[in-house]
């Protein structure tokens, strides 16, 4: 092979091994023991040329050839580009990348540094055109055998899911591992069905977590349960003795911990509860302090809303409670509410923000910005005036649009509500009133 060298040049070969599994790497002599005494051979095959293994070893076993995030490969890099390495020899192509663009780019350093490319069981020169055409097309072919490997695997998993095996993962509550098979853990399984009975009799899971929470019921993983943790329980159909692959269900090979009875009263309550929700998202129910309100402990306070005899109940909850996080409500202490009349708290805010635009110092600052608009200081004085009158004359999604425009926080604390109204908004409020265009005014 043709390797562009010179009389007399000493080339310092490095030696590059690499094995995917760490299976057998603790043999006396293993896989990476055997691509190194192969090049080895080759190298002194070409002593001759002035080719000298060199002393330090680049080694990756148990790494993967699909990506270059590999120690032996970084210090192997490094080497070269401390000018260390002549030639870089591996046994085949993709000990060194599966992936094309990968050795793309480790091309890409060789070429930078002058270093050559050889494979002892694939002859080809990476100098030449040929040589490169050649390595393009080989590595092209094992980055698809790569690809039927995890085809093959994915099919396997599939195949094996469809007759009910459990194919590793996440361990549900109730069941351990044995053998590579779910066996039922029958103190946590008596918890497990506790959950789906209680879930029954109470039909709400953010009561239910409340009430587990107090008793301190706690996951798998150690951790106190909240309601998401209980639907994904109420919904795992593993309960039921089922194996899931891609949204289907297949009969497990493990047993049941529920008994179908209880599952359908559960996933009926579950299906109840959706509709219900879906059916109050859908309510044109005005929040114009959606993202705006928060309790003094930093959590969102997020709009509800219930209906009791044909009547719309509005409310602005805590994220806490909603969650079932623990709050200060729990140790008895001094506490801003966490659950507010949505019309009471919405009337407070508008009140506070008539308020203060009245004040000096927001009328000197809406002059100032307006008056560059080249807007009369008796028009700018006139709007603020009229804002109460004009408020009146909104219809709920404008008043909403507005709240957005002119607040940027409110903070509930047990002494009651501060706001943190945006100045920089007011003059565009303002401008609108003056020369309303996109306004909704009810007529």
């Known amino acids: 092979m043709d390797m562009n060298t010179r009389p007399g040049r000493r080339l310092r070969c490095a030696i590059y091994t690499r094995k995917s599994s760490e299976e057998g790497l603790d043999m006396e002599f293993n896989s990476l023991d055997a691509q190194r005494e192969a090049c080895e051979a080759y190298i002194a095959s070409q002593k001759s040329e002035g080719w000298v293994a060199t002393r330090d070893r680049y080694d990756d076993g148990g790494f993967s050839g699909g990506n270059l995030d590999r120690p032996g490969l970084k210090q192997l890099l490094a080497d070269i580009d401390d000018g260390l390495i002549d030639v870089v020899v591996v046994y ?68 094996s899911r469809k007759r009910g095996i459990w194919m590793g993962g996440y361990v549900p509550l109730g069941y351990d591992v044995q053998d590579r098979k779910l066996v039922i853990n029958e103190a946590e399984a008596a918890s497990v069905r506790r959950i789906f009975e209680r879930f029954v009799e109470l039909g709400s899971a953010t009561m239910l977590a409340k009430e587990l929470r107090r008793e301190g019921f706690r996951s798998k993983q150690g951790t106190l349960i909240d309601k998401g943790y209980l639907y994904r329980v109420l919904r795992n159909r593993v309960y039921r003795g089922e194996a899931v692959h891609k949204g289907k269900a297949y009969p497990g090979e493990h047993d049941a911990i529920v008994t179908d009875k209880i599952w359908d009263q559960v996933d009926a309550i579950l299906q109840g509860n959706r ?26 306070m997020t709009p509800t809303a219930t209906k009791k005899r044909g009547k719309l109940y509005r409310y602005y909850v805590s994220m806490d409670v909603i969650k079932n996080r623990t709050t200060a409500d729990d140790s008895g202490g001094d506490q801003a509410p966490v659950r507010l009349p949505a019309g009471m708290v919405e009337d407070a805010i508008v009140t506070e923000v008539r308020r203060i635009l009245q004040t ?41 649009r507005i709240i957005q425009l002119l607040v940027r926080r409110v903070t509930v604390t047990a002494a009651g509500l501060e706001v943190d109204i945006r100045r920089e908004g007011v003059a565009g409020v303002i401008r609108e009133t003056i020369a309303p265009r996109d306004m909704e005014v009810a007529e």
Do not use: C
Request: glycine share 4%.
């Open 275 to 300: 509709h219900a929700r879906s059916s109050n998202s859908r309510m044109q129910t005005p929040a114009p302090l959606k993202g705006l309100i928060f309790t003094d402990t930093g959590a969102a």
């Open 360 to 400: 000096p110092e927001v009328v000197t600052q809406v002059l100032a910005a307006l008056k560059r608009d080249q807007v009369s200081e008796a028009e700018a004085i006139a709007a603020l005036h009229d804002f109460n009158t004009l408020w009146a004359q909104l219809f709920p999604l404008e008043q909403a």
């Open 92 to 159: 085949k192509i993709d000990r060194l990348s599966r992936a094309l663009m990968d050795f793309s780019k480790l091309v890409e350093v060789f070429y930078r540094n002058g270093v050559t490319f050889v494979s002892v069981t694939q002859s080809f020169n990476t100098t030449t055109s040929m040589g490169r055409l050649t390595l393009n097309s080989l590595l092209s072919f094992a980055q698809f055998e790569r690809e039927v490997i995890g085809e093959r695997i994915r099919d396997k998993v599939a195949a």
